[in-house]
C-alpha cells in the first residue's frame, strides 16, 4: 500500500473530528489550570496527543487481521501486565494502576481496553459458527471478565466498567441472542445486589467505601455538599452558571478550584462553564458525528471481524461520554471516567487514539477490498 | 430474526451484499440493525444530556450565577473608626490609633501544628496558653476567617512573629483601631471603656444591629452614646478560592466603605476635671495630716445649677481606660478587683450612696419652712444635747449653741436645732420629710447619662415594714426621724443626688437632670444631634423661703462662726455650703461638702465626698475650694482643713 492509497482511504471525518475534540480539549485545559501552581498540563497534553497521532497512524496501517493471529499473545500480555501491576507499580490515592517505566509511566488497564476489543472480537469472530449458543456466549464472558476483575481489584472501577461496557458491546455486534442478553441483564443485576448488599452483610467489602458514598451522594445530591457531594455540586454550579453563552474568563467555579478535577474528570464542567450551553452542545455534536462515523465503519467493513470491533469502539466512546457529562451535569454517579480526548491524561488519550487507529484501519480495509473488486462499493 | 439468517454467509466470512444493486453500498444486515440501535440509543442519551443541560444553563442558569458569586466573593468587615469623644472646648479626650493585632487562621496552620503554635505563640505574647486556646474557641467563624488573639501588640512583638514565620505558620498580623487617652486617667469614670460584646448582650434589643464579635461600649459615656460613636462598619466584597484565600493581585470588588462614628462633645471641662481629680487626692491628703488615717477614696462633682451640666465628675481611686484598649489582660483585671485597689471601677459619684450627715440639714430647711413646721425666726436651745423618748442625741458641739434660728442652726449646723425638726416631723401625719428628701431628687436615680447609677433609699415607715422583719424592726420610731434629719439612719445618697439638691435650691426650686453629654457632631464637626436634658422640674417652693436656706448656707460659708468659713471666708467668689461628717458602720467617718457658688447669683454646685476623711471641713470643704479655684479661675491660696467643725 503505497502512501498515495493509504492518503486516499483514510476516513478524514473521523479524523478531523478527533483533531477538533483534541483542540477544544488542549485549549480548555490551559484555560483550566492556567493558575494552578503546575501550568504545563496544556503542552503536555500536546505531547501526548502527537505520540498518540504516531501510535494512531502505526495501528491504521497493520491488517487488522493480524490481530485475529496475536489474539492470545495480547489477551496474555493484558491480563499479565494488569498482574504486574499489583507487584511493581507504586500505590497512589490508594491504588496501584501504572509501572513506573523510567520515562514514562505504563497504565495497562487502559490498553486493556484497545487489546479487549481487538482479542474478544477476534475470540469471537473465530467462533462464529457458535454464535446463538450459550457455551460462546459464556465462553466470551469469561475471555472478558479476567482483564475486567483484575482492572476492578487494582482498583480501578471506572475503566472496570469501560471494559464490562466494551465487552457487552462486542458480543451486541456479534449477535449474541436477545435471551442470552436479558439473562446477562440480569446476572449483572443480581452481581451488584450481592457486591452492594449481599457480600458487606457478611462482612466481605469489594467496594470501597468511597465509591458507596459516591453511590450514595448520586443517590440524594445535596445530601451532604460539604465532603462527598462538594465535587458534584460545584460541577452542577459551574455547568448552570456557564448559561447560554458562557462566562468566558469570568469561569470563576474553575479559575478559582471550587470545580474539583477540572482539566481532568470535571472538563465538561468547565467547557460548560466557559463556554456555556453553545460550546457544550458543540462538543457533543462533535462526539455524535464520532460516533456515527464509528457505526457507519461498522456497517461498511471488509468483514464481521471489522464490524464487530469498530462497533464495539463506538459503544466505548458513547459509555464514557454519557458516563463522564453525565456525572458532570448530575445524572450519573461519580466515577473515574475520563472524557475521550478531552479529559488530561496520556495513557487515555493515548488509548483512545489507538482505537481511533483500529477505526482508520477497518475504514481502510474496507476501501482496500473495493479497490480490488473483492467488495463492492462507491 | 436477523441473528439466524445471515449465519451461514458469515461463517464463510464472505461479505455480504445488499440486494439492492441501485445501490451496491455493502453491508452486513445484521451488524446494520445494530448499528441502527445503537445510533437510538445514542439519540436517546445525547437527548437526555442536553436536556439536562438545557434545565440547568439555560433555565436555572441564573440561579447558578448566583451560586457560583457566591462561591467566590466573600464579604469581609472593615471596622469602621469610633467616634472621638471632647470636652465641652472641643479638647480631645479619646481619641483613636492604630494598632496591630496578632490572629491564628486555623486553616493554615499544617496538620498537628496547632499546639506547637498556640504554645510558642503563647509564649511570645505573654500569654497562657489557655488563654489563647480560649480566644481560639471563641471564635465560631470559618476556618479561613482570622482568629484574633490579642490586640495591641507591640511592635517588637510583630516584628519578631515575621522574622520567625516559619515557627508561627498562620499566624497573622491584622490593622486595628484602638481607644487612646491623650490625658491619661482624666474623667476614666465619665468616659468608660470598650469590650467585645458577649453572647447574652448580643440577645438584647439594645444591640438588635451589633455582630458578634462587635466592640461595645461598656461603661461611661462609651456605654450610653454608643450608637453615635460606633458608626457603621463597611464591608469589602473580595474574590476568594475554593480554599477562602484571597486571590492574590485581585482587586475588592465593591462592599461599603465604614462609616466613621460621630463625635461625642461632653459637658466636662477637662481644666475643671483634672482640679477635681486633684483636690480629690488633696482632700485625701489633708485628712491623713488631720489624722484620719484611713481616708482612702471619694468623689467630687461640678455641675452648672441650671442646666443640670456636669463641668467635672471625678471618683477616686481612678483607673487608666487605657488597659482595655485591645482586650484587658487577667492580669490588669484582676489588679483593678484586688482588695488593696479599693475598687477603683466603682464611680462614687453616682454608684455609692451613704449617709450624708449635716449637709440633709439643708433639706430638712426646705421641708420644715414649707411645711410649716418652723418659719425662718424659729428658735431651739442647744445644751449640747438633746433628750427624747428616754433617749439622748449629743450635738457635734457638746458645749451647745445656745438659743439658734434656722440661719444660725444652718450656720454653725447644731444638730439639735435639727433633732427638733425631725422630732416635729415625726409627730405629723405622713411622710412630709421623706416626701421633699425625694422632690429635691434623693431616693431615686437622678438620670445622669451614664449607666450603673445607684438610686440611693429615702427611709419611710413603708420601707420599714417592707424591708424588715422583725415586729420591732418594722416600726418607725421617732429616732429614726431625728437620726434622718441630720443624714443618718438608714438613708443613703450619693453624692450627685445632693448636688441635684443643693442646685435646686441654689436655682431657686428647680430640680435639673445632670448629664455629661453636650452633642453629637459629625467628624468634620457639623451638628447631628444636641443632647437636651429632659426640662428641669420646677418645684412648689417659696422663693422667700429658698432666700433663708441660701442665706443660712451663705453664712455656714462665711459667717463669723461658719462651719467651713475658715476655707470660703474671704474666696473672691462668695460661696454657700454645708459641711457633713457622716458616719459610716464599720468605718471613719466620711467627710461631705456641698454647695454652690456665686452665692448671690449661684453659678456651680460643687459636691465633694471624702470617704472616711474625718470631718467635713477637715477634708471634703478644701477639696471643693481646690474646684472653684478651677471653675472661677482663682489663684489658689493655702489649703488648710478645718477640724473645728462636722
Known sequence: MDVRTYLRHLDYVVLATVLAIMGYGIAVIHFATRNDLVTRYAAYQAVYAAVGLVALVAVSLVDYERYRRWQWFLWGFAVFSIAAVFVLGPVTRGSRRWIPLGVFNFQPSELAVWILVVALSAFLVDRMELLGTRRVTLLGLAYAVVPAVLVFLQPDFGTSTVLVALTLAVMFFYGTSWTHFAALSAAAAALVLVVLKVLPAIGLTVVKSYQLQRLDVFLHPGHDPGSAGYNVTQSMIAVGSGALRGRGNLATQTTLDFLPEHHTDFIFAVVSERYGFLGAALLIALYVLLIWRALRIATFSRDMYGSIMAGGIAVVFLFQIFVNIGMTIGIMPVTGIPLPFMSYGGAALITSLLLIGLLESIHLRAKLAIDNGSLIGN | ?646
Not at chain 2, 452633642?519 to 447631628?528: A, D, H, S
Not at chain 2, 433663708?548 to 476655707?567: C, E, N, Q, W
Request: aromatic share 8%; proline share 7%; glycine share 12%.
Open chain 2, 1 to 646: 430474526m436477523y441473528t439466524r439468517r445471515p449465519r451461514a454467509r458469515i461463517r464463510r466470512e464472505g461479505p455480504l451484499r445488499t440486494g439492492r444493486k441501485d445501490k451496491p453500498i455493502i453491508q452486513l444486515p445484521s451488524v446494520a440493525l445494530r448499528a441502527a440501535m445503537v445510533v437510538g440509543v445514542t439519540v436517546v442519551l445525547v437527548g437526555m444530556i442536553l436536556f439536562r443541560l438545557w434545565f440547568l444553563q439555560i433555565l436555572s442558569g441564573h440561579t447558578y450565577v448566583r451560586e457560583a458569586n457566591d462561591n467566590r466573593l466573600r464579604s469581609v468587615k472593615v471596622v469602621a473608626p469610633r467616634g472621638v469623644i471632647l470636652d465641652r472646648n472641643g479638647k480631645v479626650l479619646v481619641d483613636n490609633r492604630a494598632g496591630l493585632a496578632i490572629g491564628i487562621r486555623p486553616m493554615d496552620v499544617p496538620h498537628g501544628q496547632l499546639a506547637g503554635v498556640v504554645r510558642r505563640l503563647s509564649k511570645v505574647l505573654h500569654m497562657s496558653s489557655g488563654e489563647v486556646r480560649k480566644q481560639l474557641e471563641l471564635h465560631t467563624g470559618y476556618p479561613y476567617d482570622l482568629a484574633v488573639v490579642k490586640d495591641d501588640v507591640s511592635k517588637k512583638v510583630v516584628s519578631y512573629i515575621l522574622e520567625h514565620q516559619l515557627s508561627f505558620p498562620g499566624v497573622e498580623v491584622q490593622q486595628s483601631y484602638l481607644r487612646d487617652y491623650p490625658y491619661g486617667s482624666l474623667a476614666a469614670h465619665v468616659l468608660g471603656y470598650l469590650g467585645e460584646i458577649s453572647p447574652e448582650q448580643l440577645k438584647l434589643p439594645r444591640y438588635r444591629t451589633y455582630a458578634a464579635g462587635d466592640e461595645i461600649g461598656v461603661a461611661g459615656v462609651e456605654y450610653t452614646y454608643d450608637r453615635w460613636l460606633r458608626g457603621r462598619d463597611g464591608s469589602l466584597k473580595i474574590q476568594v478560592d475554593a480554599m477562602g484565600r484571597p486571590k492574590t493581585g485581585s482587586l475588592p470588588i465593591g462592599g461599603r466603605a465604614p462609616e466613621p462614628g460621630d463625635n461625642l462633645q461632653l459637658t466636662i471641662d477637662a481644666k475643671v476635671q483634672h482640679a477635681a481629680e486633684r483636690a480629690l487626692l488633696a482632700g485625701i491628703n489633708l485628712a491623713h495630716q488631720g489624722g484620719d488615717w484611713a481616708a482612702d477614696g471619694g468623689a467630687a462633682v461640678a455641675m452648672d445649677v441650671h442646666t443640670g451640666a456636669v463641668l467635672a465628675l471625678a471618683s477616686d481611686p481612678t483607673y487608666d481606660p487605657a488597659v482595655w484598649a485591645g482586650g484587658i489582660t487577667n492580669k490588669a483585671f484582676r489588679r483593678l478587683q484586688a482588695k488593696g485597689a479599693n475598687n477603683p471601677l466603682l464611680d462614687r459619684v453616682i454608684q455609692e450612696a451613704k449617709g450624708v450627715g449635716s449637709t440633709f440639714k439643708t433639706i430638712d430647711a426646705v421641708a420644715g419652712l414649707e411645711q410649716g413646721v418652723i418659719t425662718p425666726s424659729s428658735t431651739f436651745y442647744c445644751p449640747g444635747y438633746y433628750k427624747n423618748h428616754g433617749q439622748t442625741w449629743t450635738c457635734w458641739l457638746p458645749t451647745g449653741h445656745g438659743s439658734v434660728n434656722l440661719t444660725t442652726a444652718l450656720e454653725e449646723s447644731c444638730d439639735v436645732y435639727f433633732y427638733n425638726v425631725g422630732y416635729a416631723f415625726y409627730q405629723r401625719p405622713g411622710t412630709e420629710l421623706e416626701d421633699w428628701a425625694v422632690r429635691l431628687g434623693l431616693g431615686k436615680p437622678t438620670g445622669i447619662d451614664l449607666p450603673s447609677e445607684y438610686p440611693g433609699l429615702v427611709p419611710t415607715p413603708q420601707w420599714r415594714q417592707k424591708y424588715f422583719t422583725n415586729a420591732v424592726d418594722k416600726l418607725w420610731k421617732p429616732g429614726n426621724s431625728i437620726n434622718l434629719a441630720i443624714g443618718q439612719g438608714d438613708l443613703e445618697a450619693t453624692p450627685l443626688q445632693m448636688a441635684v439638691a443643693y442646685a435646686a435650691v441654689a436655682n431657686g426650686g428647680y430640680v435639673v437632670t445632670p448629664h455629661v453629654g453636650l452633642k453629637i457632631v459629625t467628624p468634620q464637626g457639623k451638628l447631628v444631634h444636641e443632647l437636651q436634658p429632659p426640662q428641669p422640674r420646677k418645684l412648689d417652693v417659696s422663693s422667700a423661703y429658698l432666700d433663708v436656706v441660701r442665706h443660712g448656707l451663705s453664712l455656714a460659708a462665711t459667717g463669723p462662726v461658719g462651719t467651713s468659713s475658715p476655707i470660703f471666708n474671704g474666696y473672691p467668689v462668695p460661696v454657700a455650703g454645708k459641711t457633713g461628717t457622716a458616719e459610716v458602720a464599720g468605718k471613719g467617718d466620711y467627710s461631705w461638702y456641698i454647695s454652690f457658688a456665686p452665692s448671690d447669683h449661684p453659678k456651680y454646685v460643687v459636691a465633694v465626698m471624702i470617704e472616711q476623711g474625718g470631718h467635713g471641713g477637715s477634708a471634703a470643704a478644701p477639696a471643693a475650694r481646690l474646684i472653684y479655684d478651677a471653675l472661677f479661675h482663682v489663684r489658689g491660696g493655702v489649703l488648710q482643713g478645718v477640724t473645728r467643725s462636722d
